[in-house]
């Protein structure tokens, strides 16, 4: 399995235990798709999902751990069968600097691989929160990613996308599964309702940031670090946030481009992401991610005081506190 646990110290045995209870989950009969699952574990996750989880965990006296790993598990069992499902549809051929199982495999081994991590994910939740209100949250919350799908796909070649259209679509996509994170982090490790609550909140805004600062990478990084073709979104007509800004100050520039919606050619695509710079979209944009990390950094210092606090706001800084 990945050693991005080593990135966590305060929790580096919790973690491998999260990864070796994934291993041992994702064994099953069909050697292509375990084989499949196994080198999706190991192709280099940060397993963010799982640490903030058991992180906030931290923060209760209720510390019972085999259930805490059921759940962290949980997390990165949905969070990889929504990338799965993310690269077929957006047909991705690279996804972390890898080979996508799509393109790898085909769409079929694909489709039945996202599919048994669903599966999974639901067998996860029966065992360790059968009976709890948190089994409802899990369902709801693969409801808004789905939701947050379909309006992405929905607004596709958009010429008049809103800038909350685009937040209303990141909220579901990436910001509700890091919400999740936090607040059954929070629950099942016994904190009080007051800290439950702002750990879901805080979840929220650093999956927000998150995906804005993943979204200027797009405009500010070559492939090799962005670990997947620069620019993917915008020829498929994923509009992203630096894009609407730009598009807001100066649309005669831009809708000229736009306009031919997936016949724009690899040349012009280039030529949008130097208007796009060049009218500040980037610049404005790393301003509301900023914004985000802001509020959850306030919401951070009214955690109760413990060692757990103090790496949560670190790693929060640290993972959107980027530069470019």
Known sequence: MTTYWNNYPTIQNKLQAVCSFLEAELRLNNPTI???????????????????????????????????????ASLEMLH?????????IDDSPLRRGNITIQSKYGKDVAVYTGDVLFTKFFEVLISVMNGSEYLA??????????????????????LDETIDDYLRSIKGKTAELFWLACKEGAYFGGCDTKTVRLAGRIGRNIGLAFQIYDD?????????????????????????L??????????????????KKAAIT??????????????????????MAQAFTQKALKDIEALPASPAKEIIQTLTLQLLQRHY
């Open 137 to 158: 949250y899990n369902a709801q919350t693969m409801k808004r990613i789905l939701l947050g799908e379909l309006n992405q796909m929905t607004i596709r070649f958009k």
């Open 266 to 287: 690899p040349e012009e695509i280039a030529e949008v992401a130097k208007l796009v710079v060049q009218l500040g979209g980037v610049t404005q944009a790393k301003q």
């Open 216 to 240: 200027i990478l797009d405009y500010t990084a070559d492939s090799s670090e962005l670990k997947k073709p620069v620019l993917e979104d915008l020829g498929q007509g994923i509009y992203t």
């Open 80 to 88: 990889m069968a929504t990338l799965i499902h993310d690269d077929i």
């Open 242 to 259: 630096p894009l609407l800004l730009a598009k807001q100050k100066a649309p005669e520039k831009l809708l000229p481009y736009l306009n």
């Open 34 to 72: 375990q084989n499949t699952l196994i080198e999706l574990a190991q192709s280099g996750g940060k397993l963010l999902r799982p640490a903030f989880c058991l992180l906030f965990a931290e923060l209760g006296s209720n510390q019972k751990q085999s259930d805490l790993i059921k759940v962290a």
